[in-house]
């Protein structure tokens, strides 16, 4: 199952889910798993030489060569979705669940990225004993002043450092 797609034009697409890495060159679909530093959940390009990945709590960058991993979330961390505007203005967003003195725990993140670094932007609230788990999953912006979020909690709007407050 491929959870994410994103396409830098029509010969160069990037795809991920299910342990599976592949990219499409036009021609046909290549599988690059055995490339992956990591199990990929997302993908975002913004050309040949700027495309991020999320795995399981990681942020991983491709420079169309190499890979990096750039960002490590605190354990049970999932990242759901990224975007980016450009090299320099990022966003990624996700949850961690987890089990404390028998009781479930949940928590959600925003995080921003300014071309060098991740910075958490916001952490929700930690949620306890929920019969269901509150996430936001999706993340898009039309620039750093129009940031939003999605996902079972609701809608958020805010700025690049404002987002989820």
């Given at each position: 199952m491929l959870n994410s797609i994103s396409a830098i034009d029509s010969t160069n697409v990037w795809a991920v889910g299910g342990g599976n890495l592949l990219f499409f060159d036009g021609f046909s679909w290549v599988d690059r798993s055995s490339e992956s530093p990591g199990r990929f959940y997302c993908v975002f390009a913004l050309d040949l030489e700027h495309v991020w990945f999320?795995?399981?709590?990681?942020?991983?960058?491709?420079?169309?060569?190499?890979?990096t991993e750039q960002f490590e979330a605190t354990e049970h961390f999932h990242f759901f979705s990224l975007f980016f505007l450009d090299s320099n203005n990022g966003w990624i967003v996700g949850s961690a669940m987890w089990e404390e003195e028998g009781k479930s725990r949940d928590v959600w993140n925003v995080y921003s990225f300014d071309g060098s670094a991740w910075q958490l932007e916001y952490e929700s609230p930690v949620m306890k004993n929920?019969?269901?788990?509150?996430?936001?999953?999706?993340?898009?912006?039309?620039?750093?002043?129009?940031?939003?979020?999605?996902?079972?909690?609701?809608?958020?709007?805010?700025s690049k450092t404002q987002v989820g407050r």
């Open positions: 999320t795995g399981e709590g990681k942020v991983y960058f491709f420079n169309g060569t190499s890979w929920l019969l269901f788990a509150e996430h936001m999953v999706s993340v898009t912006a039309s620039d750093t002043d129009n940031v939003w979020l999605g996902g079972s909690c609701g809608i958020y709007h805010g």
